[in-house]
């Protein structure tokens, strides 16, 4: 009988350990694959959200009762905060696809430029970005070219000139810009790193979208009220991280 009276006095005593009171989860070792694990926030209460799967799909929570005692954000923090996995991929693939898409990528290079304190600049500097987008551009037309089953041996001099245009033009800004600025050459070299971003957005795998977004450094913040999600991407550039959020572009 004392056993069991200990046993329930240990149970229900659980809850006020101070280890299931902390203001930030630690990672689990887990075989799942949760593509916003460690990335994802309570917007109430600012703790990154547990993955939680189910039957139906999978969710991200935020229990209230693990919040530590006299925490400010327990006065409006509901039980428990639910967030399924499902919408905020889709919407997060539509927003990342149309920043990497051909028409968009030089506006979002220039942003992504402008926030880690470098410059898209003029003069020689925005006559060698122009020369890199218009070699960047030929290069996906003759890809998509040789998709389509055009035969690749006629288009070899094309190719090689594109990608020697490319090079020069790479070359070029990186000498016209300081030393410790970030480039629009060093920003292009990193979104190349990722690879073809549309491709991996679709029907991707959860392991490559999960790598994806590893990569692009993703920040989310879940508003349960609102019931959205703010997201801030923070590709690293080098040495350099690149900070800020990446408006996505005028429908």
């Known amino acids: 009988m004392e056993e069991f009276v200990e046993v329930q006095l240990m149970r229900k005593g659980k809850g006020r350990l101070e280890t299931a009171r902390k203001t930030e989860r630690a ?77 968009n990528l030089d506006r979002t290079v220039r942003a992504l430029v402008e926030s880690a304190g470098g410059r898209s600049g003029s003069g020689d500097h925005g006559h060698a970005a122009t020369r890199l987008a218009a070699a960047n551009g030929q290069l996906k037309r003759f890809q998509a070219a040789i998709a389509a089953g055009v035969d690749p041996a006629g288009l070899v001099e094309a190719i090689n000139a594109a990608q020697a245009e490319r090079a020069a033009a790479q070359a070029e800004l990186v000498n016209a810009q300081p030393q410790d600025a970030v480039t629009e050459a060093e920003v292009y070299a990193m979104i190349d790193s990722l690879g073809d971003v549309g491709a991996a957005l679709a029907g991707a795998s959860r392991e490559a979208l999960a790598d994806l977004y590893a990569k692009l450094r993703l920040e989310l913040r879940y508003d349960n009220e609102k019931e959205a999600v703010d997201v801030t991407a923070s590709p690293r550039v080098n040495s350099a991280c690149v900070r800020g959020g990446l408006e996505p572009p005028p429908p």
């Open 27 to 103: 990672g689990r070792p887990t075989k799942r694959t949760y593509l916003f694990r460690g990335y994802i926030r309570c917007g109430i209460c600012s703790r990154k959200m547990e993955g939680s799967p189910r039957k139906h799909g999978m969710y991200y929570r935020c229990p209230a009762r693990t919040l530590a005692p006299g925490s400010a954000a327990l006065a409006e923090h509901p039980p428990t905060v639910y967030v399924r996995e499902d919408p905020i991929r889709d919407a997060l693939n539509a927003w990342l696809g149309s920043l990497f898409a051909g028409e």
